[in-house]
């Protein structure tokens, strides 16, 4: 995704648990170590989901994606820019709480998140969309056709990540990037 349009994007929202660039320190300090996110890597927007506000359990937009990590869960989860524009945001309500839902077994739980329990969690659901919408408009497209000549099998090379394709498939299953046929 362009980091530009990335970034007017994240500013755009606001929530109370919400930051956008710059992050304050001891929360990208506490979402970096609890999701495993490089210090190379540059968090654009954080919206924080714990309730003493130290970001171990927060959702964190970066350059290469999205990842979080929700209360009660050992692992943080990833999506890439193409893996988000590839998937549905289903948000379905919870007793204590929302969950969105990305298909595949891949969920955010929002419950027991602090002030988003409270009314914010729409600006997670919101955020999502319009990254997602963003992210489907930006990738590009490689056409199949020449992406290298079909192997033994039937396949052909993504030209993206190089990995083999049916040749009649809309996306990458490696990647997600979108092929054209």
């Known amino acids: 995704m362009d980091p530009s349009k990335l970034h007017e994007i994240c500013k755009s929202f606001s929530g109370t648990d919400y930051h956008v660039e710059p992050i304050p320190t001891a929360k990208a300090k506490g979402a970096r170590t609890s999701l495993g996110i490089r210090s190379a890597s540059s968090i654009v927007a954080l919206i924080d989901f714990t309730i003493l506000g130290g970001a171990e359990n927060a959702m964190v937009v970066t350059e290469e ?72 408009q930006t990738m590009p497209i490689i056409p199949t056709g020449m992406a290298g000549d079909i192997t033994s099998a039937g396949l052909v090379e993504c030209e993206y990540c190089k990995k083999k394709v049916k040749p009649d498939v809309t996306y990458c299953k490696h990647c997600g990037i979108r092929l054209r046929g």
Do not use: P, Y
């Open 65 to 136: 994606g999205i990842c979080w990590k929700s209360i009660g869960n050992e692992r943080a989860e990833r999506l890439t820019w193409q893996q988000l524009s590839k998937r549905e945001i289903c948000e379905k309500k919870e007793f204590l709480g929302k969950r969105i839902d990305f298909g595949n077994g891949v969920e955010m739980s929002l419950a027991g998140a602090g002030v988003l329990c409270q009314g914010d969690n729409h600006l997670v659901v919101d955020l999502l969309s319009k990254l997602k919408e963003q992210s489907a």
